[in-house]
């Protein structure tokens, strides 16, 4: 038996759209067991009805891509699954599943893989490289398609800042978001968002948040998913003026991410829930902290 456990995170945080993501401090919990037989899955926690118990399950069919690689050969398989990140709401939910059954299998099977090596496995599963990548190596990471895969660079995000999440309560699947983009954007824009992304790694790295504001504003994705979120665009600019932290759609949202300074931390909190009342909106409002050492195993 293996137990994974596997943190939340945040991609794109606004400049960054399948670049930037960041680990965070919540975790899912994943025990992977070899038996005689068959198939077997227990889901508790956030939402875990909507999870399959079958084959179609991720954390079963991202375990079985990684037996099926390594030639190892199993009788059958006995999963548990403990959701703590909320699902579907761009806290990197299907991540946690991907990574949990690749690192789990790859005890089980002692295959052996590197991190690099399940990093390009995740994210050939999952499509787009800035979830899995703080998922499996922690902290801030920037992802990018090189020859002949992808690469993910971690950092360690200064202690000066933390996290302060806003998680609605309806969900928005991830396909559809990314069903909006469209396939060119003016050079104007990505001149826009290659300045903020720079600002923004540069931020995280020393900690100076002065800028934060500036830093995470976006061209590339947020205004085209503002279709699919009503009122996306004036909360972002609202919270973002009145507190003057960096606010973002959370990967493909509905979640939002809100880098702050940890200094005046209650006084974000204030104003925060202050605006959210008046402009008579429901968030969760969830303080986290960044994950450094992303995904690990916990027992064997
Ligand atoms: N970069 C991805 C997207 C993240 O925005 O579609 C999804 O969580």
Redesign the pocket.
């Known amino acids: 038996m293996v137990e994974v456990i596997v943190p939340a ?4 945080l606004g400049p960054g ?3 930037l ?1 960041l680990s965070i401090n919540l975790y899912n919990r994943f025990k992977l067991e070899e038996t005689d037989g068959g198939l077997k899955i227990e889901a508790s926690g956030d939402a875990a009805f909507k999870l399959p118990s079958d084959e179609k399950n991720l954390v079963f069919a991202s375990a079985k891509r990684l037996f099926d690689e390594a030639g190892y050969r199993y009788g059958g398989l006995r999963i548990t699954i403990e959701n703590r990140v909320p699902l579907g709401r ?3 939910s ?2 946690t599943a991907i990574v949990g059954g690749l690192i789990a299998a790859n005890e089980v099977s002692r295959a052996g893989l590197t991190k690099d090596e399940i990093f390009a496995l995740a994210t050939e599963i ?1 499509g ?4 899995v990548g703080p998922a499996i190596f922690g902290g801030l990471t920037i992802c990018y398609r090189s020859d002949p895969g992808f690469r993910a660079v971690p950092y360690k995000p200064s202690e000066n800042l933390k996290l302060v999440l806003l998680i609605p309560n309806n969900v928005l699947e ?1 396909k559809m ?2 069903g909006v ?1 469209p396939k060119e954007v003016p050079l104007s824009d990505a001149v826009f968002n290659i300045a903020r992304a720079s600002l923004l790694v540069s931020i995280l790295l020393t900690g100076r948040s002065g800028l934060l504001r500036d830093a995470m504003q976006d061209r590339l ?1 947020q205004p085209y ?1 503002a279709s699919l979120i009503p009122g996306l665009t004036d909360t972002i600019r609202e919270i973002s003026r009145a507190t003057g932290a960096g606010v973002a ?5 509905p979640s939002l991410v809100c880098i702050i300074d940890r200094l005046p931390e209650k006084d974000f909190l204030k104003k925060i829930r202050q605006l959210l009342k008046e402009r008579g909106q429901d968030y969760l409002i969830q303080l986290a902290e960044f994950d450094l050492e992303g995904a690990r195993v916990i027992g064997r």
């Open positions: 995170t945040s991609a794109n759209f399948d670049v993501g761009g806290l990197g299907s991540s999952e787009h490289p800035d979830n991830t978001a990314r983009l994705h998913r759609l959370s990967g493909a949202g």
